[in-house]
Nanobody
Framework: QVQLVESGGGLVQPGGSLRLSCAAS????????MAWYRQAPGKERELVAEITSGGSTNYADSVKGRFTISRDNAKNTVYLQMSSLEPEDTAVYYC????????WGQGTQVTVSS
């Protein structure tokens, strides 16, 4: 059974930091392109960052220089380090794994508010 389980979300003040984790099981993690998406209320789900099996990364323009995606294949985990958070970053953040088939996690809420 494939599972992608996100954690690390929460409430943070503007300018603060959070690190999201996504632990995968049931897949050959190292072969997968892993990505973080987010969906704010009333908006479409959008790509935040992705990392290929080879370690290449891609970021949405809105998070470049503030967010960093990384992966630990030994732990079957992908991370999203978020810094200088803004209220506009408030959303449910989803983990996605892709390799011929696509899997999604259940999401974790990130709220940036004073």
């Amino acid at each position: 059974q494939v599972q992608l389980v996100e954690s690390g979300g929460g409430l943070v003040q503007p300018g603060g930091s959070l690190r999201l984790s996504c632990a995968a099981s049931g897949i050959r993690f190292s072969a997968y392109t892993m990505a973080w998406y987010r969906q704010a209320p009333g908006k479409e789900r959008e790509l935040v960052a992705e990392i290929t099996s080879g370690g290449s990364t891609n970021y949405a323009d809105s998070v470049k220089g503030r967010f960093t995606i990384s992966r630990d294949n030994a732990k079957n985990t992908v991370y999203l380090q978020m810094s200088s958070l803004e209220p506009e970053d408030t959303a449910v953040y989803y983990c996605k794994g892709s390799h011929f088939t696509t899997y999604w996690g259940q999401g974790t809420q990130v709220t940036v508010s004073s």
